[in-house]
């Protein structure tokens, strides 16, 4: 059975950092392209960033570009989102999800996501 | 960057009815689109992908058609297991951009 889970969200001051970490089971981590989406309160989904199997291409949304940085570990079966200079308007439920192959970038299966709030 | 546009932004519709929800993409995107339920509280599913390929486990009351620029995501007959969001999502290129969402209630 597929499984992300993700952990790192938190309470953080405007300005802050923070660091989202996911964790991948049930399925060959270093075959699939990965992604950020994230979701703000009562609102719709952004994709955030997207990753290649093997680290060497990266994508972000003009919003987050030279404040996140995305990045994975295969022999740990694991994908981040290191976020700094965080804003207000970056508090969100954010999810990790898998993309359906390195040619079709929709998603198949999602975390249940971790919720980042700035605020001071 | 595509914008992706769906309409109604909400809707009722009595246990039964045939539901339609309209995405508009702001350029063509060929069939490269997905639809996604979120039911209240929980985490997007997949329902549907390159316009029309029921995603396995969906029941076949949805159906998706389209390609270019306008795209339908049809519930045949409304049940209440139904109550969600529905997105669509172009990946036809970056960067991958969402619809605004439709909220669909049971009147």
């Known amino acids: 059975e597929v499984q992300l889970v993700e952990s790192g969200g938190g309470l953080v001051q405007p300005g802050g950092s923070l660091r989202l970490s996911c964790a991948a089971s049930?399925?060959?981590?270093?075959?699939?392209?990965m992604s950020w989406v994230r979701q703000a309160p009562g609102k719709g989904l952004e994709w955030v960033a997207n990753?290649?199997?093997?680290?060497?291409?990266?994508y972000y949304v003009d919003s987050v570009k030279g404040r996140f940085t995305i990045s994975r570990d295969n022999a740990k079966n694991s994908l981040y989102l290191q976020m700094d200079s965080l804003r207000a308007e970056d508090t969100a439920v954010y999810y990790c999800?898998?993309?359906?192959?390195?040619?079709?970038?929709?998603?198949?299966?999602w975390g249940q996501g971790t919720l980042v709030t700035v605020s001071s | 960057d595509i914008q992706m546009t769906q309409s109604p932004s909400s809707l009722s519709a009595s246990v039964g009815d045939r539901v339609t929800i309209t995405c508009r993409a702001s350029?063509?995107?060929?069939?490269?689109l997905a639809w996604y339920q979120q039911k209240p509280g929980k985490v997007p599913n997949l329902l549907i992908y390159?316009?029309?390929t029921l995603q396995s486990g969906v029941p076949s009351r949805f159906s998706g058609s389209g390609s270019g620029t306008d795209f339908t995501l049809t519930i045949s007959s409304l049940q209440p297991e139904d109550v969600a969001a529905y997105y669509c999502?172009?990946?036809?290129?970056?960067?991958?951009?969402f619809g605004g969402g439709t909220k669909v209630e049971i009147k």
């Open positions: 049930g399925f060959t981590f270093s075959r699939y392209w």
């Open positions: 990753i290649k199997e093997d680290g060497s291409e990266k």
């Open positions: 350029q063509g995107i060929s069939n490269y």
């Open positions: 999800a898998r993309h359906w192959n390195s040619i079709f970038f929709f998603f198949d299966y």
């Open positions: 999502q172009n990946y036809n290129s970056a960067p991958l951009t």
């Open positions: 390159a316009a029309s």
